[in-house]
C-alpha cells in the first residue's frame, strides 16, 4: 500500500527539479518567483506524502508551518521586485 506513495514522491521530487531549473534559468523575475512558489508547494505536499510514509502525523503541522511562510516570502519577494522597496517611508 506504501508503493504509489513513493512513487508519488519520486515524482513529485522530478518535477521539484525541473521547477527549480525554472528558477534558475527562467526568462523574467516573476517567473522565477512563480517557480519558486511553485517548489514551496511541491515540497509541502511532499512532506506530507513522507510524513504518512514513515507514520509521522505531525508533518502535516510542519507543512503548514513551511506553507505559512511560503506565502509570506513570496509576497514580499514579489513586493520588492516589483516596487524596489519593502516599506515606503
Do not use: Q, W
Not at 23 to 38: E, H, M, Q, S, Y
Request: aromatic share 10%; glycine share 8%.
Amino acid at each position: 500500500m506504501i508503493v504509489p506513495f513513493v512513487a508519488t514522491g519520486i515524482i513529485i521530487a522530478c518535477t521539484i527539479l525541473v521547477c527549480s531549473y525554472r528558477a534558475i534559468f527562467g526568462p523574467g523575475t516573476f517567473n522565477r518567483i512563480v517557480a519558486a512558489n511553485v517548489i514551496g508547494t511541491k515540497a509541502i505536499v511532499l512532506l506530507v506524502i513522507v510524513g504518512y510514509i514513515i507514520e509521522r502525523p505531525h508533518f502535516v503541522d510542519v507543512a503548514l508551518m513551511y506553507a505559512a511562510i511560503a506565502f509570506i516570502g513570496t509576497i514580499i519577494i514579489a513586493k520588492y521586485a516589483e516596487r524596489g522597496e519593502l516599506c515606503s517611508p
